[in-house]
């Protein structure tokens, strides 16, 4: 149990153009869904932190404009990178928890390039 | 200063050793959990810890959770390659808010 998958795996875009990378949970209701951002060799960076119907709670220097996020359902959220420039590349991870667990599950990861 | 103070940053041992790994804060947490990360994965849940001076195996594996609830350990116990990662630790405050420590990559070499 609490399976959470992301797609796509990795992605390669333009500069200037957006990327959506979807975060679903497979067998559980996801009442807080979580976005993070991961440099090489150094922990998970906190990007923002979504409920389900309402709007995402970004992290202090976290451009809100810039990366969208969506938690339409109790099983999806969405980040979009809108107007992608090479410095947003990195590896996004997403987790999720319902009200029921003490801990997040996190999805497998995506690794954005933006060339 | 991050809340959640991980020690070593790095290990590097050879098969069959024993290791620990730090979490340490001046804040108390209402859980901990531990997770392992292979490179272009996300990270995997090993373990919560939910009660002051808990203390749970899960194989070679054994978690604790400080008395005060502040601080945790991961004992591993004849390290095997298989074993090698990057071990975080994040501590739960309230409900939605979890702070990660910096990290130990371990390396088990054959």
């Known amino acids: 149990g609490a399976v959470v998958s992301q797609h796509p795996s990795w992605v390669i875009c333009k500069s200037g153009t957006s990327v959506k990378i979807e975060c679903r949970s497979l067998?559980?209701?996801?009442?807080?869904m979580f976005w993070y951002r991961q440099f090489p060799k150094q922990s998970l960076m906190l990007m923002a932190t979504?409920?389900?119907?309402?709007?995402?709670?970004?992290e202090q220097g976290v451009e809100k404009d810039k990366f969208l996020i969506n938690h339409a359902s109790l099983t999806l959220s969405t980040l979009t990178v809108t107007s992608a420039h090479p410095e947003d590349s990195s590896f996004y991870i997403c987790s999720a928890r319902s009200r029921v667990f003490h801990e997040q599950y996190f999805g497998p990861g995506t690794r954005l390039t933006v060339t | 200063t991050q809340l959640l103070e991980q020690s070593p940053q790095f290990l590097s041992i050879q098969e069959g050793e024993n290791l620990t790994v730090y979490c340490n804060s001046s804040s108390v947490f209402s859980s901990l959990q531990w997770y392992r990360q292979e490179p272009g994965e996300g990270p995997v849940l090993l373990v919560t810890?939910?009660?002051?001076?808990e203390v749970k195996k899960l194989k070679r594996l054994t978690f604790q959770f400080g008395d005060a609830r502040k601080d945790s350990s991961l004992h591993i116990t004849a390290a095997q390659p298989g074993d090698t990662g990057l071990y975080l630790c994040?501590?739960?405050?309230?409900?939605?808010?979890?702070?990660f420590g910096s990290g130990t990559k371990l390396n088990v070499k054959p």
């Open positions: 810890v939910v009660t002051g001076g």
């Open positions: 979504s409920n389900e119907g309402s709007k995402a709670t970004y």
């Open positions: 067998d559980f209701q996801a009442t807080t």
């Open positions: 994040a501590g739960a405050r309230g409900f939605n808010k979890f702070y």
